[in-house]
């Protein structure tokens, strides 16, 4: 399995701000998403952070809002822009390839955002 | 497109106390399932998988069997603890499917009282 440190665990954050979230993994693999759950609800794809290049957004999320790094194998960042309180989520870093189980996708323990 | 349907909860049961979530599923292929935990305040963890029909995933004492004629997985536990409360989503990963994305189901919210 693998070992996904975010940071931060949680934070508050007035509207307008920004927050960057840090996701780092104890291996190297080969995918990484981003993904969002609203406040009782399932979980949302964000989009897939590619190394070298640009993430792939899903449908509803724009780079300007979520801007996406992953500038190596093991890790990457999402920044949630111009903050909202309707951006008040779980952010979860989630990977999978390489050397875990084929298939197999593993999650982060998320970061719990609220914004004020 | 791909879609995961299971049972609305919250669902609340007695220690000891047999639990079924239901969870079916639609997809354009042959996907794998999964089912994830959330436990309080914590991020998800993978419980159990199985990846062709009949397979049956187990783990922690709950059970799944991957059923293609109901397009099902359902979930199993003969007798819950109170440490099992947390809340349950049913997944699928379509390997037919652009970067074989995880599809998730509403989640489940279980409570176990003593």
């Known amino acids: 399995s693998a070992v996904i440190s975010q940071k931060p665990s949680r934070d508050i954050c007035q509207r307008g701000t920004s927050l960057t979230i840090q996701c780092q993994v104890d291996?190297?693999?080969?995918?990484m998403f981003w993904y969002r759950q609203q406040p009782g609800q399932s979980l949302t794809l964000i989009a897939t952070?590619?190394?070298?290049?640009?993430?792939?957004?899903e449908s509803g999320f724009v780079i300007d809002k979520f801007p996406i790094s992953r500038p190596n194998l093991t890790f990457s960042t999402l920044t949630v822009s111009n903050m909202s309180p309707e951006d008040s989520s779980i952010y979860l870093c989630?990977?999978?390839?390489?050397?875990?189980?084929?298939?197999?996708?593993?999650f982060g323990a998320g970061t719990r955002l609220s914004v004020l | 497109g791909n879609s995961v349907t299971q049972m609305e909860g919250p669902v609340t049961l007695s220690e000891e106390a047999f639990l079924t979530i239901n969870c079916t599923y639609t997809?354009?292929?042959?996907?794998?399932l999964f089912w994830y935990v959330q436990y309080p305040g914590e991020g998800l963890q993978l419980l159990l998988k199985?990846?062709?029909?009949?397979d049956k995933g187990s783990n922690k004492g709950f059970e799944a069997t991957y059923r293609k004629e109901t397009t099902s997985f359902h979930l199993e536990k003969g007798s819950v603890q109170v440490s099992d409360s947390a809340v349950y989503f049913c997944?699928?990963?379509?390997?037919?499917?652009?970067?074989?994305?995880?599809?998730f189901g509403g989640g489940t919210r279980v409570l176990v009282k003593p």
């Open positions: 989630s990977v999978r390839g390489q050397g875990l189980a084929k298939n197999i996708q593993y």
């Open positions: 952070a590619n190394q070298g290049s640009e993430a792939t957004y």
């Open positions: 997809a354009t292929g042959y996907p794998s």
């Open positions: 997944a699928l990963s379509d390997v037919q499917a652009a970067g074989n994305k995880l599809t």
């Open positions: 291996s190297q693999v080969t995918m």
């Open positions: 199985a990846t062709k029909a009949d």
